[in-house]
């Protein structure tokens, strides 16, 4: 996931005169932050409507066996240029703006969740709001779509951005996972991978001599080898997710979150374990073998 895209929340709690959060996030998956507005409305402090511009960040929080969950921070301020819906006054306008809302949410892959927030009432004193339901804004939502599932079985290359493709050397346990410029029809064996499925939304990376590719310890700065594929249970370093990177180009991503590193890019580079950066050395794309 890397373009720009809109996610609209409606965050409630039970009763009558409970406040309801409507907020509109512009999300930018780059950075990995989000900006926007929100209003409140309620009947229990004054003032009865707040507006508040929205800044913030989030990350993912993987598990297995769940879908993804998103942990989101946001900080408001008094928007100035909005009407309120009842005639009230907005809270905290002077000189300096301070903030007037702050806002957690978790996320069901940017679906419903649960928020806890903050507003400022009319004499200065934070009102809490914790356990509230979150559902999406059906009316103007619009989340990304979300990219199509690799075809498992048959041989791919695995290309970087800058077109080398991942190259298995000997074929051997431990041989060292390198970029190499692609080769022709008569000698490539060693730069064909196919994805089989290993639960969960993983997969394990095969060669055309049934190794895999292997994380080592899941360790930032590891290489990655070939090495026997492991059926015993123990091979959470032999499991890999593709999460879209836009353009047809995936993350290829580790069980506990690291992504495969082409470095730089260059002719003969160890392809490596690092965290997560979005950078172009992490972007690859399965392609036909020529």
């Not at 409606?10 to 907020?23: E, Y």
């Not at 999300?27 to 508040?52: K, R, S």
């Not at 990219?147 to 800058?162: L, M």
């Not at 499925?197 to 080592?216: C, H, P, Q, R, W």
Request: net charge negative; charged share 20%.
């Amino acid at each position: 996931m890397s373009d720009l895209f809109i996610a609209c929340y409606k965050i409630t709690t039970p009763g009558v005169g409970r406040p309801v959060f409507s907020v509109h996030l512009s999300v930018y998956p780059a950075q990995d932050t989000v900006h926007g507005f929100g209003y409140i409305t309620q009947a229990i402090n004054q003032p009865l409507d707040i507006a508040t511009k929205l800044d913030g960040c989030y990350f993912p929080i993987l598990l297995m066996g769940t879908p993804e969950k998103i942990s989101l921070s946001a900080t408001g301020y008094p928007d100035i240029n909005w009407a309120p819906l009842h005639g009230s006054s907005h809270s905290g306008i002077g000189p300096v703006l301070l903030p007037n809302v702050k806002l957690q949410m978790v996320l069901d892959d940017w679906q419903e969740g649960v928020a806890s927030y903050k507003y400022k009432d009319n004499n200065d004193n934070w009102q809490t709001i914790t356990n509230a339901k979150v559902e999406l804004d059906n009316s103007s939502i619009l989340l990304p779509q979300k990219a199509t599932a690799p075809i498992t079985g048959d041989f791919k290359n695995i290309v970087i951005s800058s077109g080398k493709v991942l190259d298995g050397t000997g074929l051997q346990d431990g041989d060292n996972v390198l970029l190499w410029s692609k080769k022709g029809s008569d000698n490539n064996e060693n730069q064909k991978w196919k994805l089989e499925d290993a639960g969960d939304g993983y997969y394990f990376i095969t060669s055309t001599n049934d190794k895999v590719l292997d994380g080592t310890a899941l360790n930032s700065g590891d290489n990655i080898l070939l090495w026997t594929h492991k059926q015993d249970g123990n091979n959470e370093n032999q499991k890999w997710k593709l999460e879209d990177a836009g353009d047809g180009y995936y993350f290829i991503t580790t069980t506990n979150g690291l992504a495969l590193d082409g470095t730089t890019q260059g002719e003969g580079d160890n392809v490596l374990l690092w965290t997560k950066t979005g950078g172009d050395n992490q972007k690859w794309k399965l392609e036909d073998v020529s």
